[in-house]
Every structure is written in C-alpha cells, then in structure tokens.
C-alpha cells in the first residue's frame, strides 16, 4: 500500500514531538516556581503519543486480523524484542558504568519477569517503550475495537455521539485531576484512552474532507497555539494548588486529543492527495518511513549525548548568545533535529545492513 502523504506528514510531526517531549528544558524553577515559556513549550510538545494513535487509526480497520497479528509480530514484537535484549545486557553498563557481564544474578531476571506480569517496560533508559506494549494491547482488542467501529460507521448519529461523549467524559477526567478513570502509561490504564484516540483517528480520517475547508489551515495553527496557551495557563493554576498535578499536559487529556486532532487536520488540509504526487511529498514519506526505528532507538541516543554532555553544552551556547525565548525555540529544535538526524543514520545504517544480510542469505539458499 502506497503512502499517504498527509498521514505520514502528521507521523513525522509526532515523531520530532515525541522527541521533543523526552528532551525539552523542565518549566520548574524551584521548588514554588515555574517558567511561563518553558510550560508553554512543553504543552506544545505534549500529544505526540496521541497523534500516532490517530493516525494508527487511519487504516487500522482496513486490516484483516490474521494478517495483522502477523505483520505486529514482524514489524513491532520482534524488533522491541532485539532492541530489550541488547538494552537489558548492555544499556546498564553504557549508560550507568556498571560492569558489563553475560553472568546477570538470577533475582534480576526474577524482577523483569515480574515486570513483564504487569506489561510494563522493564529495561532501563527505555522509558517510551510503553507506547508499544500499550499498541500490542490494542491489536489483541483489535475485533473488538472493529466491531465497535462497524457500529459506529452505520449510523453517522452514533459516530457524533461518540465523539461529544468521550470528549465530555476527558473533560471531567481532567477536572477530576485523573481520578475518574486514572489513566497511565502501561496496560489498562493506558488502553482505554489510546482506544478512544484510535476511533477519533479513524473518524478524522474517514470524513477529512468535511474538515478541509477555505480556513481550516489557519484555523488548526491557531487551534493548536490557542488550546496549549489554555493549557499552560491551567497547569500553572494547578502549580499553585496544595496538591499540584500536571495530568492535563499528558496526551490522554481532553485538550491533547483535540489539539492532536488539529494536527492531523492541518496536514490533511496541507496535503490533500492520499498519493505522494511530487517530490516534496515523496520525501517526506521516505522520511516518515523510518519514524519508527527513530521512535525505538531516541532515547539511547539522548543518554549517550548526554553522558558527553552535548545537551548542556548547546544549551549553554543558546542562552548566552541569544534572548530567553529565542534560546528556548532554538536549543529546543536544534537537540531535536541532531537526535532525529542520528537516529535516522543509524536506522538507515541497519537497514542497508539487513538488506546486504538477505542478499547474501539467498545467495547461499
């Protein structure tokens, strides 16, 4: 199947976003204090999470069930497998001096074990690794969440329904601080809201045309710019409460589905053909294409620069050189584009090595 030239665009946004939130400069100041400009930049790199979800559900009802249990086996559970093994061996020692050794005490086995009972992470410097294990949940729900979309699909009643209801019902998980649903990133408590982002995805995509309009571009820039400037205004409220809390800057939050959903939009109004039909758009499918080694791979690549502290040295150059604000937009694309450009030579180093690998393979078969 050809790429669609709009999606992959959103794919590659959330990418560099995902990026962004795992190396953006903490709002807080001290202990009773914040920085009004960081918090603001981190909103706008909050809902990275919730866009890939959307854009899984784009064509994740097109898929024949078998056929997508085996694609997920290949394409995800086995590179997540390599990329635990080599993390669980190796990361521990790379990134935290300790002794590399093949001999590792059976209570640590013990302790990933138990971990992997709770289908959570349990390799060090592998915090975004949620993200799959939640998606490998909603493959295993996937004749269920189709069913549910079928239902929808008959009646476009339903489908509005749906989406004013679970909006309404994010809106009072926020007001609530989480404490109605309790949403999370592991298992459950992140599968219901990447469900209902999947089904959003899918409406989004199924009636895009209805969005694309004479002003829906600037009307999704300045959704998106307006909704996190709200966000960054509420959370420093909630910085001030006896019991502070930052679950609306997570990308399960009502105002993360939305300002995901501006997203996606935009780029379906900026590219309006599901064909890549120049090169521009023909690159940025190419690009897209690896966004996924780039996802599994950024973390390592942000601790290694910073054991060489590369971070704080580009840091220090844009704050001494340049205005708080100029700064802050400048170190935090410029730590974004070097991890993605690394991350994407490396993907592109292995990929041409796989490549070689199987030429070399049915050479001999």
Not at 3 to 22: D, K, M, Q, T
Not at 69 to 82: A, D, G, S
Request: proline share 3%; hydrophobic share 50%; net charge positive.
């Amino acid at each position: 199947m050809k790429r669609n030239p709009s999606i992959e665009l959103s794919r590659l946004l959330a990418c560099l976003i995902v990026i962004g939130v795992h190396t953006s400069l903490s709002a807080t100041i001290t202990e009773h204090s914040w920085d009004a400009s960081r918090l603001f930049f981190n909103c706008l790199l909050a809902d990275g999470v919730a866009i890939f979800f959307m854009i899984t559900g784009a064509f994740l009802f097109n898929n024949n069930y078998d056929k997508l249990l085996r694609k997920t086996f290949i394409h995800i559970i086995i590179p997540l497998v390599i990329f635990s093994v080599i993390g669980f061996y190796f990361f521990d020692w790379l990134f935290d001096q300790q002794p590399l050794s093949l001999h590792i005490a059976t209570s640590k086995y013990i302790d990933i074990f138990k971990t992997l009972l709770s289908w959570q992470n349990p390799i060090s410097h592998s915090v975004h690794l949620w993200y799959l294990y939640v998606y490998i949940l909603v493959i295993l729900i996937y004749p269920l969440l189709k069913a549910f979309v079928e239902y929808l699909d008959a009646d476009t009643k339903r489908t509005k329904i749906f989406l004013i209801g679970t909006f309404v019902f994010l809106v009072i998980n926020d007001i609530s601080s989480n404490s109605l649903a309790a949403f999370s990133h592991h298992s459950i408590n992140a599968l219901v809201p990447a469900s209902i982002e999947i089904i959003w995805g899918h409406i989004i995509y199924k009636y895009r045309q209805t969005f694309i309009q004479k002003f829906t571009i600037p009307v999704s820039i300045f959704s998106f710019f307006f909704l996190n400037y709200l966000r960054s205004l509420i959370q420093l409220h909630r910085y001030s409460l006896e019991t502070p809390n930052n679950y609306i800057l997570f990308w399960y939050s009502s105002i993360g589905i939305l300002c995901a959903s501006a997203i996606i939009i935009f780029c379906c109004s900026v590219i309006k053909t599901s064909i890549p039909s120049n090169r521009l758009q023909k690159f940025i499918c190419w690009l897209a294409s690896y966004t996924f080694p780039v996802y599994l791979i950024h973390i390592p690549v942000r601790d290694l620069l910073i054991m060489y502290n590369i971070p704080d040295v580009l840091n220090h150059f844009m704050f001494s050189h340049f205005s708080e604000i100029v700064a802050e937009v400048l170190y935090n694309s410029s730590i974004v584009l070097i991890i993605f450009i690394i991350c994407m030579v490396i993907s592109i180093l292995f990929k041409s090595i796989k490549k070689s690998l199987n030429k070399i393979i049915h050479c001999f078969a």
